[in-house]
């Protein structure tokens, strides 16, 4: 990754950026610190378009809603993993000519949307009214009437738990010539009508409010509740008539849909190229900018800004500058397919752009840990068959590919497991064992792990030993890590030397043992100042450490046997239901659900486990991450992928 600096003239900004946007090989670098500097500052200026892309984010706003209706009545079918159609520059300026067929057609659908919404709008508002005057269905009376020439008429709610005989009780007392009626009733409130003599109103409405009484407003309608709720019956059939009809007209042809994604598309790049300009300073007549660049794109970049007669440099990192981390297929053909496994360190951090890429190095491990602890034929094959289906037919990009196809190798790993440890959904099917059942030998396996574990330990550091070696740091690289690899053999032979390796191992491991704990003192003793001439003491202390990694790789053990045991458990319990026709629907039913059950439990645990001796133990040997991601300016569109290499 090199730093390119370019400078160019105005007139030809829009042009670079376009190229370099098809390219999609340049990281365009901020650069609002050159502005701090008074001698930047007195001639250039920051090359902002903020009004126009404002503008374009607005109308690719606009679109994607137009979008987002159309897709609701078209029936077309949403897949799983959304797949960009590749259409080449030609077929891209084909479908959207010079964009007014297609513009005025967004237009034509927004005013639809818009006509839509107001509609949606009136029928809530009926449905609304509706629900309102329904409680009011047995009142005669017309909604607007008021009063008479010597009567008071009244509507209104009492609270659901206010005692309405009493009210009319007390109402009496206050005149003779009182009429109240309940209405109708829901969980809330009681509907009242009221009817009064005008000389008697203040005390009646005195008597009433002091249960809650409060009068119901009808405004702007008239007639009876009856005739109103006929009406407003009669419109939403209307409305709904409407609204159907326009739905109707949201559904567009394949072709029609097409010119509206590259709409969008379009607008996306010609946002992102305004946004550019965030990144660029300029004066009156010419432009500035500076970016990272891959050393295999420089070519092309190089190529492209001399065709628009730009000054350009490139340079290589200076000495501590951090540069943003892409990651690459290995160089090596046999390590090329370890490439999607990146996904998992994407999860965790990427390397910074010092470190060594540990991918290539982790990802047998990985497949080889996960396959171990879900060991089984049938939930490989299952694995494997569901991750194939996925990616040939939703053709997934980016994270959701890598993801898959990790996943894949792990679902032919686990099937390799299981034949090896004889496993076909638990004990259902009888396979007998390429190698061993881990349920006999369970401390075999226990002791298996381990040494794998120590393998993995090894390797992560002597990545550590690689890099520091690479720096320069050869005596830190023979202290860190070479004398460690003496001592920890010699302890592993010092214990189970004798017993598993050959006669007098233990012997040669406590002298081994012996002379790397002194090397391991004296080192620090060497290369410390002070107290920290000690620190050697605390470091053999770290072989607790040491111990504690390597018992973490029981887990492969426990979560292999867990995956094996349920399974088993499920198949005795459909087993225990009894023979016949029940007994045979009753174990088909429990085998499925328990083994579906099992599946999605140890899946999901070999999955995070398996990632968790990459992260604590492997990472913890070496790796620092927190790298950047290389963020080329590209076209980054949403809907169809712009192949820009024309068949000539």
Not at 18 to 38: I, M, P
Request: charged share 25%; net charge negative.
């Amino acid at each position: 990754m090199n730093k390119l600096s370019v400078i160019g003239l105005e007139s030809e900004k829009e042009a670079v950026l376009a190229g370099l946007q098809k390219l999609g090989t340049v990281q365009l670098c901020d650069q609002s610190d050159k502005l701090t500097d008074a001698d930047w500052a007195s001639i250039i200026h920051k090359d902002s378009e903020e009004d126009r892309a404002a503008r374009l984010e607005s109308e690719l706003a606009g679109v994607d809603s137009v979008l987002d209706t159309v897709s609701r009545y078209d029936g077309e079918k949403k897949p799983l993993f959304f797949h960009r159609q590749a259409v080449s520059e030609k077929e891209f300026g084909s479908i959207l000519g010079d964009g007014e067929a297609v513009r005025r057609e967004v237009n034509e659908l927004e005013g639809k949307i818009r006509q839509w919404n107001d509609i949606k709008s009136e029928e809530n508002g009926i449905v609304s009214q509706q629900a309102s005057l329904t409680p009011w269905a047995s009142y005669t009376l017309p909604l607007d009437l008021t009063e008479t020439r010597t009567v008071r008429v009244v509507t209104g709610v009492l609270p659901a738990t206010a005692d309405a005989e009493e009210m009319k009780r007390k109402a009496e007392e206050a005149s003779d010539a009182v009429e109240i009626q309940i209405l109708g009733q829901d969980g809330e409130q009681q509907y009242v009508s009221l009817l009064c003599m005008k000389q008697d109103e203040d005390a009646v409405m005195d008597a009433v409010k002091a249960y809650g009484f409060t009068p119901a407003s009808f405004k702007g309608l008239s007639g009876t509740v009856s005739d109103n709720l006929g009406r407003l019956a009669g419109r939403l059939e209307e409305v709904k008539k409407e609204e159907k009809e326009l739905e109707g007209q949201f559904v567009i042809s394949p072709k029609e849909k097409e010119a509206l994604r590259c709409y969008a598309d379009e607008l996306v790049v010609q946002r992102d190229r305004a946004r550019a300009g965030e990144n660029l300073l300029a004066t009156k007549k010419a432009f500035f900018l500076e970016g990272w660049v891959p050393e295999e794109a420089q070519a092309e970049v190089l190529k492209l800004l001399d065709a628009h007669d730009c000054w350009s440099e490139i340079r290589e990192p200076e000495k501590g500058e951090e540069t943003p981390t892409l990651l690459k297929p290995s160089e090596n053909k046999w390590l090329r397919w370890t490439y999607p496994v990146r996904a998992i360190t994407e999860l965790y951090s990427l390397p910074k752009s010092y470190e060594v890429d540990p991918t290539p190095i982790f990802a047998i491990f990985y497949i080889i840990f996960f396959g171990m602890m879900f060991a089984d034929i049938a939930y490989g094959l299952i694995l494997a068959g569901l991750t194939f289906f996925a990616l040939k037919k939703y053709k997934p990009e980016g994270m959701a590919n890598r993801l898959l196809t990790t996943l894949l190798y792990c679902g032919i790993s686990t099937a390799i497991w299981g034949v090896l440890f004889g496993g076909f959904f638990g004990d259902l099917v009888p396979v007998k064992p390429m190698w061993m059942n881990p349920l006999d030998n369970a401390m075999f396996i226990l002791a298996f792990s381990c040494i794998l574990g120590v393998v993995h330990l090894f390797i992560g550091m002597g990545v550590k030993a690689y890099m520091q070696i690479k720096n320069g740091q050869v005596f830190d690289a023979f202290c860190d890590v070479f004398i460690w690899y003496i001592f920890l053999i010699g302890l592993g032979l010092l214990l189970f030397g004798d017993n598993y390796v050959f006669q007098g191992a233990g012997e040669l491991g406590r002298d081994m043992a012996i002379i790397g704990a002194i090397v391991i003192v004296g080192c620090e003793f060497y290369r410390g100042k002070g107290i920290g001439k000690l620190l050697g003491l605390w470091n053999l202390y770290g072989t607790t450490s040491y111990l504690a990694d390597i018992l973490s790789y029981s887990r492969l053990l426990a979560l292999g046997l867990a995956s094996a045991v349920i399974a088993q458990v499920f198949n005795m319990l459909g087993r225990m239901v009894g023979k016949g026709v029940v007994g045979i629907i009753a174990f088909i039913l429990i085998a499925v659900v328990g083994h579906t059950v099992n599946f999605a439990i140890n899946a999901l645990g070999s999955f995070v486990h398996a990632s968790r001796l990459q992260y604590v133990e492997f990472f913890g040997k070496f790796y620092e991450g927190g790298g950047a991601p290389f963020k080329p300016f590209t076209q980054d569109t949403k809907y169809v992928n712009i192949v820009n290499k024309e068949e000539k």
